[in-house]
């Protein structure tokens, strides 16, 4: 069990908004470490997406928008394309585990 | 342009050893920090380890500490990790990622190599 719970998996219609969530707990996100969102398409590594809670890295376009509240944060797609079918994983820093950097279990997003 | 090449997998004996590399390029090497993610078949990712710029600093997850060993040569921008004792759920791709972020509990990965394939099976 991961210790950042995402949903296995969301689906959306193309130009559908979607969120998939990240929740934590008071030795991570809620202890106000940054959240970061990853995405991954299928055989490939992973990319990075939004890092500081809210922040994409250049290139990523602005259709990709990340929160974050208490213990939990969210990653937003609006305008859903086909392309966006992947797997995407929330990281955090967790204060209690020696492994601290530490993963969501992954979200699988399918676009109908 | 940030690139970062993995090699080293293969399939080892329970038991074995295995040595990965990394070859960093497009970044000055000694400035950033570094880590090994691995991802089982299947499943999520795991960040077995992470190795400060200047070597100093290291650490593990529990599931690999005592087995597995980073560390760097920034002469040759190379990022290495030696894995003894493998088991059967060390199976996994092994990325290797360049570390960002203005503190070391604000770190995220902003670059991954291809990843390199290890599988421990008899």
């Known amino acids: 069990q991961s210790v950042l719970t995402q949903p296995p998996s969301v689906s959306g219609a193309p130009g559908q908004r979607v969120t998939i969530s990240c929740t934590g707990s008071s030795s991570n996100i809620g202890a106000d470490y940054d959240v970061h969102w990853y995405q991954q398409l299928p055989g490939t590594a992973p990319k990075l997406l939004i890092y500081g809670n809210s922040n994409r890295p250049s290139g990523v376009p602005d259709r990709f928008s990340g929160s974050k509240s208490g213990t939990s944060a969210s990653l937003a797609i609006t305008g859903l394309q086909a392309e966006d079918e992947a797997d995407y994983y929330c990281?955090?820093?967790?204060?209690?585990?020696?492994?601290?950097?530490?993963f969501g279990g992954g979200t699988k997003l399918t676009v109908l | 342009e940030v690139q970062l090449l993995e090699s080293g997998g293969g399939l080892v004996q329970p038991g074995g050893s295995l040595r990965l590399s990394c070859t960093a390029s497009?970044?000055?090497?000694?400035?950033?920090?570094m880590s090994w993610v691995r991802q089982a078949p299947g499943k999520g990712l795991e960040c077995v380890s992470n190795i400060h710029g200047g070597g100093g600093i290291t650490s593990y997850a529990d599931s690999v500490k005592g087995r597995f060993t980073i560390s760097r040569d920034n002469s040759r921008n190379t990022l290495y990790l030696q894995m003894n004792s493998l088991r059967a759920e060390d199976t996994a791709v092994y990325f290797c990622?360049?570390?960002?972020?203005?503190?070391?509990?604000?770190?995220?990965?902003?670059?991954w190599g291809q990843g390199t394939l290890v599988t421990v099976s008899s």
């Open positions: 497009g970044f000055t090497f000694s400035d950033y920090a």
């Open positions: 990281q955090s820093y967790d204060s209690s585990l020696s492994g601290n950097w530490v």
């Open positions: 990622a360049k570390n960002r972020g203005s503190t070391v509990t604000a770190w995220f990965f902003d670059y």
